[in-house]
């Protein structure tokens, strides 16, 4: 395999459900060698929230945490035994980048914070991705996933016209997908700093300011115009003649994006099935397509682009957003099991042999298996 | 609350970039370019953007400032220089060849007629496009609207009866344009270590099936799409004395959530699982929202994240500008403009070590 912009760069990585977790898949997109720290007393949630069945092993089989996690290692510590903390601040002195979405104070108390951490490896650039960010009043609240559709404004926007607003759900929690997209460049643009200077840095993400920060023409617009009207629009944007969803014959929903107001489209839409209404609308020049399901994005393989990719059990998980070098990424390894790694990484970075492995399972400060149900 | 100021250097002070601006691009493409070089030149790049005679058409485009100015623009240009070039004209085209030479990376719009000389250039190529190359539809019709329904968003939002609906703001070209900034600090990473870095192309269809993932997720794991629930879901927005609030919650928080509304009728065991509370949504959502109809937003949070559940109180654009968290972190900052006066706009999302990166006004048009 060619040269990739992360080679060469080590991910200690606790990052949990997408915000956190998925930034670091995307610095393993990029060459990074990505190893995952989780515990047998906290699971990343995906691995619970996405069982298919409680068998035994239901821990490896989350969906969701396979689409996350594909092209890492995995180790399991227990980050509240002082002996866990103390391989953990073993293995910072290792890794390059530190990326974690963990309630603020969490890893101070454990002793493996940025200011612990920096101490043995001035290099690390350490990612904290929160809810509020790491300061200010409302620094310790808590969210999940559509809390910051609210927070954020993107809902206050969002809705049928004149009607309350809307949150993107527990089947999307768009804020969190959009996070990992911006904080993997800061965290690669303070990678490339640390390789220039030798020294690291401390970033400060907050999830709710993502979030707004997509809304800035509306943020600048708003402080400078207390009196503009706000809300739901329905599909309607400022600036486009007609745009809107309509039902065709089939029963199908298709999106349509107009320069010139057409009163007729609705008709024409309902007397045609929905393939060939799109087909006749865009050789007309008029944006159309269909509303597709994830059912037709599945199929779909032309749309699909690089965005889905299969590991070498056959299992579908997460591709790239963008193409690097004309391609997308072949999985090196699936999303792993629970401490699947341990011994592997603790070995090759740190030495261990097999009494001091040994050891640490007696003691459970290592795993392989969950000691919770729930979390 | 520091700022990066002129004699700090900031991190990617060492690059230069290039915007192309050409004519006859989607707008959507143009607005997905335009972020990404927006936080280059937050961060510190040199960023030049290079604009056809008569300017960006996003400078026209809305929402307006009160002055008539366009707000897209202000906030999606910060921190650059702009030039203005012919590019349908030999002159044009041979001074942009000149800035490709000492530039580290050019972003464009694969519609762009100049594309095939930007993409030959010594400088990196980051290209935007609509739709990925596999679909081979360069000229086909688009807009960010069309963009959600092919990526399944649109499917997400709304009753399922009734139409869907797109999310606020410009979700599909700008979650592009983190994406494109992402792969070109990528590629400025790959060229400062001396390998020869990876060309990028984004394209804002893939972007949003990639952020729509749960959709190909779900449907791969059952054989049924997940779809927009509308009054069926189990997170609902309520109203409230001074607005709406987002009950949102997981499922270990149920107990949590139970507690502080304080309704016995909650301890039903058809509401102790979430397939339950699903199944009887309606009657829940009887018990719920009376709770929230005299308090204020405000008491809500604070209530309830007293209590370890994330409820979201739903704030315009306007009254972000207030709120507590914001104003603490000088997250929404003033920026003087010589001709508009004191602009309030987001900065990066992000601290580095406690600073944050305060844009300079965008450029004029050179006459």
Same mark, same amino acid.
């Given at each position: ?79 509240? @035994? ?42 690390? %650039? ?117 745009? @809107? ?32 209404? %799109? ?26 682009? %690089? ?29 792993? @099991? ?38 | ?36 070089? $927006? ?9 030049? $953007? ?51 030479? $000492? ?65 606020? #703001? ?56 997940? #779809? ?113 006066? $004191? ?25």
């Amino acid at each position: 395999m060619s040269a990739r912009p992360l080679d060469s760069i080590r991910v200690l990585d606790f990052g949990l459900l997408t915000a956190g977790a998925n930034t670091s898949a995307m610095l393993a997109d990029l060459g990074a060698d990505v190893i995952k720290i989780e515990s047998g007393a906290y699971l990343d949630p995906f691995r619970v929230v996405g069982k298919p069945d409680n068998d035994d092993g239901w821990w490896n089989r989350s969906p969701q945490f396979r689409f996350t996690n594909r092209n890492k290692r995995g180790l399991a510590l227990n980050l509240k @035994d002082p002996e866990g903390q103390r391989v953990i601040r073993e293995l910072a002195g290792h890794c390059d980048v530190v990326v974690e979405n963990f309630r603020r104070g969490v890893l101070d108390r454990a002793g493996l914070g940025y200011n612990d951490l920096s101490a043995i490896n001035p290099r690390l %650039v350490f990612a904290a991705i929160s809810s509020q960010g790491d300061t200010g009043p409302e620094r310790m609240n808590v969210s999940f996933g559509s809390t910051l559709d609210a927070t954020s404004g993107i809902a206050s926007l969002t809705g049928y016209e004149g009607e309350e607003p809307r949150i993107s759900g527990m089947d999307v929690n768009y804020p969190d997908q959009i996070v990992s997209l911006f904080a993997t460049g800061i965290v690669i643009t303070a990678v490339m700093e640390a390789r220039h200077t030798g020294k690291g840095a401390f970033l400060d993400f907050s999830q709710r300011e993502v979030a707004s920060f997509t809304l800035g023409e509306e943020i600048l617009v708003a402080a400078a115009d207390p009196a503009r009207p706000n809300g739901r629009r329905g599909n309607r944007e400022e600036g486009v003649a007609q745009q @809107d969803a309509y039902r065709c014959k089939d029963g199908r929903w298709i999106a349509l994006t107009l320069d010139k107001p057409d009163a007729g489209l609705e008709a024409l839409c309902a007397s045609h099935d929905s393939a060939a209404a %799109v087909s006749a609308l865009l050789a007309r020049g008029i944006a159309a397509a269909i509303c597709n399901d994830g059912n037709d994005l599945l199929r779909n393989t032309a749309l699909q682009g %690089v965005t889905l990719v299969r590991d070498e059990r056959g299992g579908l998980v997460k591709g790239l957003p963008y193409r690097l070098g004309g391609k997308g990424i072949s999985i090196e390894r699936p999303g792993p @099991d629970l401490g699947q790694h341990t011994s592997e990484v603790l070995r090759e970075l740190l030495g261990y042999d097999d009494a001091q492995l040994k050891k640490l399972a007696e003691a459970g400060v290592t795993s392989t298996t969950p000691a919770v149900g729930e979390v | 609350m520091q700022t990066m100021s002129d004699d700090t250097a900031l991190p990617l002070a060492r690059f230069t970039i290039l915007e192309v601006n050409d004519t006859n691009v989607p707008l959507c493409l143009r607005l997905a370019t335009s972020l990404a070089t $927006k936080i280059a030149a937050d961060l510190g790049a040199d960023v030049l $953007k290079i604009e056809p005679p008569g300017g960006d058409p996003v400078r026209r485009a809305p929402p307006f400032l009160p002055q008539g100015e366009s707000a897209l623009f202000q906030f999606l240009n910060t921190s650059k220089r702009s030039l203005v070039l012919d590019l349908a004209s030999d002159v044009g085209r041979i001074a942009l060849k000149g800035l490709l030479d $000492k530039a580290g990376a050019v972003l464009f719009e694969e519609p762009a007629a100049s594309a095939p000389l930007l993409r030959a250039s010594r400088a990196t190529p980051i290209e935007i496009a609509a739709f990925p190359v596999e679909m081979d539809a360069a000229g086909q019709p688009v807009s960010e609207f069309a963009i959600l329904a092919m990526g399944g968003l649109l499917h997400m939002v709304g009753e399922p009866e009734r139409k869907p609906l797109r999310l606020g #703001g410009h979700q599909a070209s700008y979650a592009a344009g983190l994406t494109a900034f992402t792969g070109l600090a990528a590629a400025l990473a790959a060229r400062a270590a001396g390998q020869t870095a990876p060309d990028v192309r984004v394209s804002l269809a893939e972007v949003m099936q990639w952020v729509n993932w749960k959709a190909a997720s779900g449907a791969d794991a059952s054989g049924i799409s997940p #779809g927009r629930e509308g009054k069926n879901s189990e997170f609902q927005i309520v109203p409230c004395r001074d607005g709406h609030v987002a009950v949102v919650y997981t499922a270990t928080q149920w107990p949590a959530t139970r507690a502080l509304i304080g309704d016995p009728r909650l301890g039903d065991p058809r509401f102790s699982t979430r397939a339950g509370r699903r199944q009887n949504i309606a009657e829940l959502y009887e018990i719920i929202a009376p709770w929230f109809a005299d308090k204020t937003r405000a008491e809500i949070q604070t209530t309830a994240q007293a209590k370890g559940v994330p409820l979201g109180p739903i704030f315009s654009p306007a009254e972000l500008l207030e709120t507590e968290q914001y104003v603490a972190r000088g997250f929404l900052a003033e920026m003087a403009h010589p001709k508009l006066g $004191k602009l309030r706009l987001p900065q990066l999302p992000v601290q580095w070590n406690g600073r944050s990166f305060a844009p300079k006004p965008a450029p004029e048009l050179a006459a």
